[in-house]
């Protein structure tokens, strides 16, 4: 993969403004898998003035739970892959406004709320294959830490170490442009004349 | 009269929920690869090539095919010359909670309000079972399929009136067509898609749920009729084009499983269930001598 595709997290808005949609990449660094509970968490936090756990400035973050285990007091990921991106769509204005966040990766893809706080604040979306948990584990280098355990572990956010971590997708750039607005509007075009209706 | 007591069934639930988390069944990763060979969009070619690898290397490394077990549901049809000792429930519970300690299921299972994780699957209610009497049959199915939530999250449920349903059920194939573009990429695609009409609105559900869930995916439909719905449904949703992923391309719906059964003459339910391209059913059949034969075994 060329070098104009390979990113490094915590990630800079020059990385970013260069992404167009459609564009395949992977990324090397620091990640954090935060789903419905940490969003939530967060934004408690962020209500409540009270400091955060991480530093989100530059950061990448995983709609992720992954299968954990324990080896001699350390973590471990069995497989990790992304979840469904839009039920943290409420968040994403924060995420990126408050809290610095530059990149989001899951699947499925995110609405009109995210794609004004891409534009916005220059931040990416990026699909993550779905499903594809043993493959993307194999980019993992190590588990950093882990916070907010008590969510239980799919909701906990897990620190982790990637590394060529790809293919990922640009499906929401900084341009406004999405691939999943594309496809649905031809998609919703087409009804009418595969029904045959006038 | 032989018995199926609970060691037995056990055992059984150990197997088959174990195999149906480490790989996809293969009828579907026959669909799988006929529409990875057939794809015209680079990038969604890319993807059905990932998800092939993916679930192959889950299988030879023994690993959950993806990091989220979905939920569980039993499909479980009693037949043939035997007497059932066990509660099926209960066992099946005992089995994905033994997974769990051993890494093959995430632990999702929480208190639907409150959200709390016990951290072993353990939970109210949980597997759900679905029990069908078969007194004719000559042996006793039980079916294990774990199903993800973003297809959960795309789901539909409508009761349409007869007008809505219109000349050869058309309001039926727009809803479908419309729910499908509505779900976009969320269900992870290539789907599973699962049409229940008729009956109630919870009749029609269970129906869609279990239409994606115990039938081979590559199967034609015995009723003529709804076989082909299927068969015109199946490329109508592939030609909207959203694509493996949702990222746009030829590959869609593996596959369209209808079921129906009569309703009431002033409604007419539908719901439209989906299933991600990770078809996480494995089964076992118990015939009337104890033998034990495996359903979608992939070697």
């Not at chain 1, 080896?71 to 204005?93: A, C, D, L």
């Not at chain 1, 406004?97 to 931040?123: D, F, S």
């Not at chain 2, 088959?16 to 969009?41: F, W």
């Amino acid at each position: 993969m060329s070098k104009k595709n390979s990113l490094i997290s915590p990630l800079k808005n020059e990385d970013i403004a260069r992404l167009r949609i459609g564009d395949v990449v992977n990324l090397t660094g620091i990640i954090y898998t935060a789903r419905d509970m940490a969003h939530i968490r967060i934004m408690e936090h962020l209500r409540e003035g009270k400091q955060l756990v991480e530093n989100f400035r530059g950061a990448a973050i995983f709609h992720a739970g992954p299968v954990v285990r324990k080896k001699n007091e350390e973590w471990e990921i069995v497989v990790i892959g992304p979840t469904t991106s839009m039920r943290m769509e409420p968040f994403s204005e924060n995420l990126l406004g408050r809290i610095g966040v530059k990149a989001i990766i899951g699947k499925g893809g995110m609405g009109k709320k995210t794609q004004r706080a891409l534009t916005k604040y220059c931040g990416v979306y990026l699909l993550s294959p779905p499903g594809c948990a043993v493959v993307q584990s194999k980019s993992v280098q190590r588990v950093l830490r882990v916070n907010w355990l008590d969510l239980g572990v799919p909701e906990a956010i897990w620190v982790l170490e990637v590394k060529d971590w790809g293919p990922l997708i640009v499906a929401m750039d900084s341009h406004g442009n999405s691939i999943f607005k594309e496809v649905s509007e031809k998609a919703l075009a087409r009804i009418p004349k595969i029904l045959d209706i006038k | 009269m032989k018995k199926i007591d609970e060691k037995i069934l056990l055992e059984t639930a150990l197997e088959v929920v174990k195999n149906s988390c480490t790989g996809i069944a293969p009828d579907a990763m026959e669909l799988l690869k006929r529409a990875h060979l057939k794809e015209k969009n680079k990038a969604a070619k890319k993807l059905l090539e990932t998800m092939i690898i993916n679930a192959e290397l889950a299988d030879n490394m023994n690993k959950p095919v993806c990091q989220s077990p979905g939920y569980p549901v039993v499909y479980a049809k009693l037949g043939g010359d035997l007497k059932l000792e066990a509660n099926i429930q209960k066992v099946f519970q005992k089995a994905i909670i033994e997974l769990t300690k051993k890494n093959y299921i995430r632990p999702s299972m929480v208190h639907p309000i409150t959200r709390r994780n016990p951290g072993d699957n353990s939970g109210v209610g949980v597997p759900d079972v679905e029990v069908e009497l078969a007194p004719d049959s000559e042996h006793t199915d039980f079916i294990i399929s774990f199903k993800g939530c973003g297809a959960e999250l795309a789901n539909v449920q409508r009761v349409l009136t007869p007008a809505q349903v219109g000349k050869e059920g058309i309001g039926i194939k727009k809803l479908v067509l419309e729910s499908v573009v509505k779900a976009g990429g969320i269900p992870c695609p290539p789907v599973a898609v699962g049409i229940g009409i008729g009956g109630q609105i919870h009749y029609a559900s269970r129906l869609s749920r279990k239409a994606v869930s115990v039938r081979e995916w590559t199967d034609t439909n015995p009723d003529q009729e709804l076989a082909m719905l299927e068969q015109e449904l199946l490329p109508a949703i592939n030609s909207l084009g959203i694509g493996p992923a949702g990222i746009g391309g030829d590959t869609t719906a593996l596959t369209v499983k209808v079921e129906m059964v009569s309703t009431h003459t002033a409604i007419c339910p539908v719901a439209i269930n989906f299933h991600c391209w990770t078809a996480r059913r494995s089964g076992a059949r118990i015939y009337s001598d104890g033998s034990v034969k495996h359903l979608f075994k992939r070697k």
